[in-house]
């Protein structure tokens, strides 16, 4: 069974820089059809931050774009969030999801708060 463990999230000042990991059990990442995180700040609903194809392809949300990075490590089975320049409205748990065939798969999240 395909396990998504997210870790890396944590309170940060406005400015500053965090990396998010989510470290797949059960299957090879390579494997997957589609990887992405996601957020969800309270009270608002679920949002897609930015996605990554098996070939490579990236997309990102326009309010991240230029700021965060998404990267994976086959070797390590992870996929990673570097964001940088956080801002106060990118606080919220962001979750690791992947895709295989017809099965969504989701991490528990992790919470990143920026605030000083």
């Known amino acids: 069974q395909v396990q998504l463990v997210e870790s890396g999230g944590g309170l940060v000042q406005p400015g500053g820089s965090l990396r998010l990991s989510c470290a797949a059990s059960?299957?090879?990442?390579?494997?997957?059809?589609?990887m992405g995180w996601y957020r969800q700040a309270p009270g608002k609903e679920r949002e897609l931050v930015a996605r990554m194809s098996p070939g490579g392809s990236t997309n990102y949300a326009d309010s991240v774009k230029g700021r965060f990075t998404i990267s994976r490590d086959n070797a390590k089975n992870t996929v990673y969030l570097q964001m940088n320049s956080l801002k106060p409205e990118d606080t919220a748990v962001y979750f690791c999801n992947m895709v295989r065939a017809t099965t969504t798969y989701w991490g528990k999240g992790t919470l990143v708060t920026v605030s000083s």
């Open positions: 059960g299957g090879r990442i390579s494997s997957f059809s589609a």
